[in-house]
């Protein structure tokens, strides 16, 4: 890692005297895309007002549901500054989520990303910062909002092989924590606080001007602060292809294999197939599609099931219906099977598998290109064999939209 950082910092330097001339920029421009400009920097702003409405099982309580008014309020903004050669781009978010009588669960959430490129055409190392404070359910097993804290930072470099071929090389290390502030939990934080480092190598051959094929492989290091027992080393590698937003289908769709190696021998280890697959497809202008298909390791806080296999498929079907109004339905459900420790029964059995389904929809109409109100209507359930872990909740609430 010390030379990883100490060639980093040596190509850096090099910046001012790169040729400007010799092959294509190795980074993107976005900014010509963006809504707003202000001289060198592009901003495109966005703001959702949703869930204004009746949540039924505020609590996602399989007994005793309560009932209560909700709004979420999510101004976010993404910008870039470009100055000679430099690239700086960043996505702030802040999120407010109001409760009419279970004013304990109000909370205000802070995401920001910063990712700074040098641009020196055939070689372009990058340094990338998160920090996220917030509080809200970490997963689909959790049902408590609890405060969580993320920050982290990292750096690579993206090597210009050929006119069609990329390598981005990059490490990261993030902590997670779930005791800080005055809503954190201390069970959650004795279970899952840790500490990730990455180390990722991905090759990308671009196909056209809005697609590209790339291998994301990655290996994983992840040490836990007080619960060692799911510490773990993983290797994952996972082809797929990459789709600019203007294309006809846009997002990724990534399938692989992982690795993953416990460090203690009482948990099992697990090797099969991942996925992350989120994709946008149109057609006719006049029919949307959104497919979201995600199979993953997912750290559990049960003490006798350290992990579990997290497998979930979700569609949303957006069609106009003439002038500006459209009609939105979606359904998904998910699929979490627990591991559990050698000669020892989980809390569900050897053989526990929770699932958890959502489907609804609604309507909404764009008043011009970058508005849009609408209602929707969810119904939301999960079913286990551990008591107490079973609920159902209908979700009512409009939505306002500014921005894409």
Do not use: C
Request: aromatic share 10%; hydrophobic share 40%; glycine share 10%.
């Amino acid at each position: 890692m010390p030379r990883f950082h100490s060639t980093l910092l040596f190509i850096s330097l090099l910046a001012p005297w790169a040729p400007a001339d010799a092959y294509a920029q190795a980074v993107d421009d976005p900014r010509p895309l963006a809504r707003l400009h202000f001289g060198p920097l592009a901003v495109t702003p966005r703001i959702t007002v949703r869930d204004i409405g009746v949540d039924t099982n505020v609590f996602n309580a399989e007994t005793g549901e309560e009932r209560d008014f909700t709004m979420t309020i999510m101004p976010t903004a993404d910008a870039w500054l470009r100055i000679g050669r430099l690239h700086l781009s960043s996505t702030t978010g802040l999120e407010w989520n109001y409760y009419q009588s279970a004013s304990e669960q109000r909370a205000f959430n802070l995401n920001e990303r910063l990712r700074l490129d040098i641009d020196l055409v055939r070689v372009a190392p990058y340094v990338t910062g998160v920090y996220e404070r917030t509080r809200r359910r970490p997963s689909l097993e959790i049902d408590e909002r609890v405060q969580q804290l993320t920050k982290g930072g990292g750096g690579g470099i993206v090597l210009n092989v050929g006119p069609r071929l990329d390598l981005d090389l990059a490490a990261q290390v993030e902590d997670l924590s779930y005791d800080e502030g005055e809503y954190g939990d201390e069970r959650l934080a004795i279970a899952l606080n840790r500490e990730s480092r990455e180390l990722r190598v991905t090759p990308r051959w671009t196909l056209s001007v809005l697609s590209a094929f790339a291998v994301r492989t990655k290996m994983t290091r992840d040490r836990f602060e007080f619960s060692p027992v799911r510490d773990s080393d993983s290797f994952s590698i996972m082809p797929g292809f990459e789709f600019k937003p203007l294309a006809l289908i846009s997002g990724d769709a990534f399938v692989g294999v992982r690795r993953f190696n416990a460090r203690q021998a009482a948990v099992p280890d697990f090797t099969g197939v991942v996925a992350a697959v989120d994709v946008l497809y149109v057609m006719r202008d006049m029919t949307r599609f959104g497919i979201k298909v995600g199979r993953d390791v997912e750290y559990s806080y049960e003490p006798t099931e350290p992990y579990y296999i997290q497998s979930g498929v979700n569609l949303e079907v957006t069609q106009a219906l003439g002038g500006s109004w459209d009609a939105v339905g979606r359904a998904g459900g998910g699929r979490l099977a627990y591991q559990s420790l050698a000669g020892l029964t989980g809390a569900g059995g050897d053989d526990r598998v929770d699932r958890v389904a959502e489907f609804g929809g609604g309507f909404g109409r764009r008043l011009g290109e970058q508005i849009r109100i609408g209602l929707n209507i969810d119904h939301v359930s999960r079913t286990s064999v551990v008591a107490g872990r079973s609920y159902n909740g209908l979700r009512v609430g409009g939505a306002f939209t500014y921005g894409y």
